[in-house]
């Protein structure tokens, strides 16, 4: 233990964390309403997650890939939530009903459609890699696993993608 | 590749995030960082009941006639919470709900009423806070994010749950916008209260208004605290500051501050509470903050460590095994050395110093928010969401496993939390 006054710079956390925001939000969005087929959801699950990023801001700002940490972030968050209606499950309450309304609806209910019959952690790897434009070896960081797995996971989530549009490659 | 790419692009180019998210991601940053503090204020308030209960044990005891009954700690009939707006339509458009916090108040049955704002206003309310004897309420106001400055507010707290006698304002400057309003924290013992203003540090004041600066360089620098809590005896302060996770402990009446440098490295202090005996109780997370941790990444280990303050010995409880690979442990109250600690979404823990520790049973409703005990810390208070329809309501479940009462009529979820920050009135 130290007693300790220190003078330290006024610093802007907050304003380095805006322009990370603007850059980053909507990308965030869009990869969750892929992965979870819910806008709602999506935006819920983005504004937590940027808000640990901003809590964390001295520390993940100096990161190599800030935006890496913000998926990790939101990977995690969708982790628990699926947990969460697993717990939920077991105490035989119904999950929350998702609406899906707008113009083209359809095509969108399609293609959620779709991503939602791809096991969760290949959806994770097609979203990253195809959406994010990661490469594998980035992907493997955000997601805990081995390079090549993401590949695997990768092929299988196109195959299955395409093969429930019933699109040819 | 870009085949797939151009079938999901399909399922996104519609969706636009909310216009103004960066402003909610930043009220949320604030609302979390409010219910950690007015949590700990409760606590506070818990603690003193507690350490009163611990006594009067003592001299139970060891009594000898014409001894006073101690008092057994109780709950006041009033919650005051900070909510965006209790309407309970599903249908009514989102921008009459409000775009800043009002306060309600409610004794309970589902129903709650407007205490301080308006429907409309351009001024956020938040962070009430009840003096130790009831009497007095306090919060934090402040206008649109924008504008740099708040105020806090104390008046007085009449027994039929308004307010009453006239507001006393106190001005606080700050230097930058995007902060949210000051949260006061009153001392367990007396009538005064602290609070944090960015970059600027700790403001102490009395009931009557009267403020006084305590001067401590480091906080000069810092732009929020996460936790605020005094000491059992009201002469010290800690503080939990965001941005080093570093604990300091401020004496209130002259004395140098000291900075617990002992929690660095990959050592996340996440909540302080006093003990009894004036020792400082830190709980966190242990663990690499990166991309380059294991396959959960963000999955820690958790700690709880107490530190004397007078000697700087510092002792690690032992943690039960079931504990580990935890997001971390928070500390909700203390009381003869005992703490009710939240981890993950399992149910509450009992803890002591010894590292005994009993799950206290399944809530009754799913928490959605930071959680706070009642003052005889019989209950926990907390917003659940509905799992059926989605709404929101602010709660307080027995630990016993008794019936639940609800503060609020349950309200439709829009983006975010409707409910803020919440104080339980002391009986």
Request: aromatic share 8%.
């Amino acid at each position: 233990m130290s007693e300790v006054t220190l003078s330290i710079e006024a610093h802007t956390p907050a304003r380095d964390f805006e322009s990370f925001f603007r850059d980053e939000y909507r990308s965030l969005c869009q990869a969750l309403l892929l992965l979870v087929g819910d806008a709602f959801e999506a935006e819920e699950i983005a504004q937590e997650t940027m808000t640990r990023v901003l809590e964390r801001w001295d520390r993940v700002g100096a990161m190599e890939s800030p935006s890496g940490y913000a998926y990790r972030t939101a990977l995690n968050l969708q982790r628990k939530r699926i947990r969460r209606l697993a717990v939920r499950a077991k105490r035989r309450f119904a999950p929350v009903p998702v609406a899906d309304v707008g113009p083209d609806a359809g095509d969108r209910h399609d293609v959620h459609v779709a991503l939602a019959k791809i096991p969760e952690g290949q959806r994770a790897a097609l979203i990253l890699v195809d959406w994010l434009d990661m490469d594998a070896e980035e992907a493997a960081g955000v997601l805990g696993i081995k390079p090549g797995s993401v590949r695997v996971r990768l092929h299988r989530a196109r195959s299955a993608l395409r093969d429930s549009l019933g699109v040819t490659s | 590749m870009s085949d797939t790419r151009d079938l999901l692009r399909s399922a996104v180019e519609d969706f636009e995030p909310t216009p103004d998210a960066f402003e909610r991601v930043l009220v949320r940053r604030d609302r979390k960082r409010r219910n950690a503090r007015v949590a700990a204020g409760i606590v506070g308030v818990a603690i003193f009941a507690l350490a009163a209960l611990g006594l009067a044990r003592l001299l139970e005891s060891e009594r000898t006639t014409g001894l006073p009954e101690p008092t057994q700690p109780t709950n006041g009939r009033w919650v005051v919470f900070s909510a965006l707006h209790l309407d309970p339509d599903p249908n009514a458009p989102q921008v009459s709900r409000g775009e800043e916090l009002n306060l309600y108040v409610s004794d309970g049955g589902g129903t709650a009423r407007l205490l301080v704002g308006t429907e409309g206003s351009n001024t956020t309310r938040h962070c009430p806070a009840f003096s130790p004897d009831g009497e007095l309420l306090a919060w934090g106001e402040r206008g649109k994010p924008s504008v740099a400055g708040g105020e806090v507010v104390i008046s007085g707290f009449a027994p039929t749950g308004q307010l009453r006698g006239d507001e006393i304002r106190i001005p606080i400057p700050t230097i930058a916008p995007y902060f949210g309003p000051p949260c006061p924290t009153w001392s367990p013992v007396g009538q005064r209260l602290a609070f944090f203003a960015p970059r600027m540090g700790l403001l102490l004041a009395q009931a009557d208004g009267s403020t006084r600066w305590i001067d401590v360089g480091a906080f000069r620098g810092l732009d929020e605290v996460s936790r605020l809590e005094w000491s059992p005896d009201g002469s010290q302060i800690a503080v939990l500051p965001d941005s080093d996770s570093t604990p300091w402990v401020v004496p209130v009446d002259g004395g140098a501050p000291v900075h617990l440098t002992e929690f660095a490295g990959d050592e996340q202090p996440g909540s302080i509470a006093w003990t009894d005996g004036g020792s400082l109780v830190v709980a966190g997370s242990r663990g690499p903050l990166g991309l380059d941790t294991g396959p959960l990444g963000l999955e820690t280990d958790p700690f709880v460590k107490v530190l004397d303050i007078s000697t700087g010995d510092v002792s690690e409880v032992p943690l039960p095994t079931v504990w580990d690979v935890s997001q971390g442990v928070f500390i909700l109250s203390a009381g003869n050395d005992r703490f009710v600690a939240l981890r993950d979404s399992t149910p509450p823990d009992l803890l002591d110093l010894q590292g005994h520790s009993t799950t206290l049973g399944d809530l009754e409703y799913e928490p959605a928010s930071s959680m706070s005990l009642s003052p005889d810390g019989k209950q926990m208070l907390y917003v659940t969401i509905d799992p059926n329809s989605g709404a929101q309501a602010l709660v307080a479940v027995p630990l016993d496993g008794g019936e639940p009462t609800r503060y609020s009529p349950w309200t439709p979820r829009g983006f975010g939390d409707n409910y803020s920050t919440f104080a339980w009135q002391p009986g």
